[in-house]
């Protein structure tokens, strides 16, 4: 490729600020095509945006001899299906995250890209924020010396909508695979897989204890880096709002750093030495560091560091936690 011409499949609430507008302001990538079914929704988007074409079906874009990648952001139960006929039309896919509802799905996803020869992406994008680019930096400086634990702890109170008859797609699990473990804890997981290493195994437990939707609101889990680290999580989605918390523990033999996942916290070194703390700021469109490497990658000028392998280990550690 000399220039990637995007088409995005889904054009919701992510696509607004975080991602979609990033994928024209990087060098030699340019947007030419947005899919939604909702036809006047989609035309708006594509005003709003000052993208030249819209379609209501995905198989018009894929299809669009002008588009020569595939940005997907529907939710996660048409990723695997919408990723695969792409894969199948020879266009590269970059994809929300979760990668898919569960690890089946993401090896079906797998086998196409690896049987089409066709790169496949997912947007796991913290792995190129400054604060965990940071924390990897650190613990592979060596400072900690050799990483024994890790911890993480994610509460949240519930939200309103959360109580309604029909609660949102992030907690029915035919739609996103599960509650807000996997909308959530996946960012968690993905980044430990990113700085720790990957997980060789996992186990957990998952329940529904407020019984406002079907799917779990509250986990605990245990699991083992392949460098032998050993971790455990909890998470609890109904929460009382005094108890919310965010944070992530990496401890070593010789010193222990402390980050949030989610909340603009600084990153906090704990050693001998004393106390140090490192302060970021992310980029007005948060996935436009991933989205970068990803035309790098496929401008043969770099590589993306996740992809569709890497996401599909989150996955399987989410499905070993959550069902066995």
């Not at 198989?59 to 940005?71: F, K, Q, R, S």
């Not at 796991?124 to 702890?153: D, H, M, Q, T, W």
């Not at 807000?180 to 996992?202: K, M, P, T």
């Not at 989605?237 to 108890?243: G, I, L, T, V």
Request: with cysteine.
């Amino acid at each position: 490729m000399k220039k990637v011409s995007w088409g995005f499949i889904g054009c919701g609430d992510v696509t607004e600020m975080k991602s979609g507008p990033a994928f024209a302001k990087i060098a030699n990538s340019e947007v030419v095509a947005v899919m939604r079914r909702n036809a006047k929704k989609v035309k708006e988007y594509a005003a709003r945006h000052h993208i030249a074409k819209y379609y209501t079906e995905a198989d018009a874009l894929i299809h669009d001899p002008e588009v020569n990648a595939i940005y997907v952001a529907t939710p996660p139960n048409t990723h695997a299906d919408y990723t695969i006929r792409a894969l199948e039309a020879g266009k590269p896919v970059y994809v929300e995250k979760p990668m898919a509802r569960n690890y089946k799905e993401c090896k079906r996803m797998l086998e196409a890209s690896q049987w089409e020869n066709v790169p496949l992406f997912v947007a796991y994008y913290r792995r190129c924020l400054p604060a965990f680019l940071k924390v990897k930096e650190i613990v592979n400086s060596g400072v900690l010396g050799k990483i024994r634990v890790v911890n993480v702890r994610l509460y949240h109170p519930p939200k309103s909508e959360d109580r309604n008859e029909k609660p949102p797609w992030r907690v029915r699990p035919e739609i996103s695979g599960g509650g807000y473990f996997f909308d959530l804890a996946s960012h968690q997981l993905d980044v430990l897989d990113f700085i720790v290493g990957q997980i060789r195994e996992a186990s957990g437990i998952a329940r529904n204890q407020s019984g406002w939707y079907e799917a779990e609101d509250t986990v605990a889990a245990s699991w083992v880096f392949t460098s032998g680290a050993v971790g455990s999580g909890s998470w609890c989605f109904s929460a009382s709002e005094s108890e919310k918390l965010d944070t992530i523990d990496i401890i070593g033999t010789q010193g222990r750093v402390s980050f949030a996942c989610f909340e603009n916290k600084p990153v906090s070194l704990y050693t001998s030495s004393g106390e140090r703390s490192f302060e970021f700021t992310n980029p007005t469109h948060v996935q436009q560091p991933l989205i970068q490497t990803v035309v790098d990658e496929l401008l043969g000028k770099g590589k993306c560091p996740s992809t569709g392998r890497s996401a599909a280990r989150t996955s399987y550690v989410m499905d070993q936690i959550t069902k066995g």
